[in-house]
């Protein structure tokens, strides 16, 4: 069975400009988390997705969005990018209903100049 | 709000020696995990613990809970070089997927 997916693998943005982060969860799972890995450091919960609904969100601003589609892949937009942002961002994917594994994809290394 | 320590932060040591890498968190929580992460890489999941007084076993690392003393251990028995990495640990409080994370400890084992 194929793992969590996400695209692109690298990406280099300029400050100001606008970026989209594809996650794919693993077949079945309904729940997507994303996180936000600066070097160096431990991740940062971001947002949190169960049937296509937000339910949890951490301590980042409103530049920071994301939406789940009906066949539960997710996206993570960030505009107005600033250098701050340079990160790994990471997707990570459950069952959901009780299940407590989460299975991480091999994440988004964004660069921002 | 929830916090994470673990510590230490770095640890160096030879092939052949045990330690262990301590995971403090600051509230009552559901559900603490151990990753590991290679350099570049996507994070490994290595452990999840439930229940106060909570032991798993792989290999040679042991991990254990005490919810009590809101403390989890990961223990590393005759340490090989395959085993240097930086290992994380996180915390669900809620079980929602909404992990709270340590800062990590980037562990090198020279052969």
């Known amino acids: 069975d194929a793992g969590v997916t996400q695209s692109p693998t690298h990406l280099i943005k300029t400050r100001g400009q606008q970026v989209t982060l594809r996650c794919s969860p693993i077949s079945g799972h309904k729940s997507v988390s994303w996180y936000q890995q600066v070097l160096g450091q431990g991740p940062q919960f971001i947002f949190q997705y169960y049937e296509k609904e937000e339910r949890g969100r951490g301590n980042f601003p409103d530049r920071f969005s994301a939406r789940q589609f009906p066949n539960y892949s997710s996206e993570l937009n960030v505009n107005a990018l600033l250098l701050g942002d340079s990160a790994l961002y990471l997707c990570a994917s459950s069952l959901g209903q009780g299940a407590y594994e989460q299975y991480f994809g091999p994440g988004t290394r964004l660069t921002v100049t | 709000e929830l916090k994470v320590e673990q510590n230490p932060l770095f640890l160096s040591m030879q092939e052949g020696k045990n330690y262990t890498i301590y995971c403090n968190y600051s509230t009552t929580s559901d559900r603490l995990y151990w990753y590991r992460q290679d350099p570049g890489k996507s994070l490994e999941s290595l452990f999840v613990l439930l229940s106060n007084g909570a032991v798993k076993q792989e290999g040679r690392l042991m991990a254990s809970l005490d919810t009590k003393a809101r403390l989890s251990t990961l223990h590393i028995t005759a340490a090989v070089h395959d085993l240097s990495a930086t290992y994380f640990c996180?915390?669900?409080?809620?079980?929602?997927?909404?992990?709270?994370w340590g800062a990590g400890t980037k562990l090198i084992i020279k052969p």
């Open positions: 996180a915390v669900d409080r809620d079980s929602n997927y909404q992990l709270i």
